[in-house]
């Protein structure tokens, strides 16, 4: 059986804090695991719900995002309301899967891990 | 309608890089979210799926989740699987609800966010 995972990638801001960032992911990984294939979130949940958290840097979100969909991916996209930190609408998370690693990975692999 | 929302309470170590503390909210957030009474996540879904970030000291989850249990809040504890930063077992995050605000905010109200 091949390995899935889901992926969230992240755009650190300096105006973010870490708690809204995190906050921001959830909301990515949620999505995304609402929209994914069935069949594909129950073998992720059977090998351990492998997430990873990447940094777009200066690779645009909506890119990413838009590049999943053309794939066939479960993807979303997160606006921030703006009522915060925020100027309303800023994109900040794309979850992406779960699906399988490869496929995620073609879209993602030049991406480095959020430290 | 009273407001609903979910908090993830973290615990901030060291070792733990910030990809990996946002991994595990995520894992919490889900886990939380698939335990929780389906009408309840309805609501949250339409006031907009607030999520909340707090700190958490370190021996402080084990007993946030019992309480949460205790006052029969959907609630998940997650345990780090220590193949990378952490030790095995380690307690990393807790998830609780979509569920009132009012009735989360009695077992996190001392809680401080996550800057």
Avoid: F
């Amino acid at each position: 059986m091949s390995s899935h995972k889901q992926t969230i990638i992240l755009t650190e801001k300096e105006e973010m804090t870490k708690g809204k960032m995190i906050a921001q992911a959830c909301h990515a990984s949620l999505k995304a695991y609402k929209k994914a294939d069935k069949e594909k979130t129950s073998k992720w949940e059977k090998q351990g719900q492998k997430k990873v958290i990447l940094n777009a840097g200066d690779h645009k979100l909506e890119e990413i995002h838009q590049q999943a969909k053309r794939n066939n991916l479960s993807t979303s996209l997160i606006r921030d309301a703006g009522r915060t930190q925020l100027k309303p609408g800023t994109k900040t998370a794309v979850g992406i899967g779960p699906d399988e690693e490869q496929k995620i990975d073609n879209i993602t692999g030049q991406l480095g891990l959020i430290k």
